[in-house]
């Protein structure tokens, strides 16, 4: 993640921008985009609001994987660093965060509820643009737009 310097909210957990409504940055089971991060983090601080850091897996547990407890296997390292990473910075920073792991056999769907259930006044979409396919992120992007009226940013 690039080196910046960010200050933190004059009041932390005071909102004073979106409504109280929440930075939402999201992937689809890849890393963050540095970029995305490096946004996310500063329009939480920025805006005194609260950051949902959320991964969309392409998964659901199955009732037996479920009775014997491996319903919840960890990522692998360089995948759980990503995503830990901007938790870490924004809470350096003051900003409260809450990290969700959505599992389901249609993640964008699933993406699209938590949108509307959250309600957060920015949504930052950002895989790596390497790591994903461009079909599959071509296709999260178009259903966002069309199915939300959240400000969404992404790193085309």
Known sequence: MPAATRRAPATPGQSTGAGGRPVMLATLDVPFDTNAVTFAVDSAVELGERLIVANFVERA??????MLGYDDLPYPPHLEESLAAPARLARSLGVEVTRLRVKSFHPIPA????I????PGIFVFGPN????????YR???RAIRSRT?????TAE
């Open 61 to 66: 547990p199955l009732p037996l994987s479920t």
């Open 111 to 114: 993406m699209l509820e938590v």
């Open 116 to 119: 509307a259930e959250q309600r």
């Open 129 to 136: 643009r390497a790591r994903i396919r461009r079909l599959r």
């Open 139 to 141: 296709r999260a992007v």
């Open 149 to 153: 009226g959240t400000l969404l940013w």
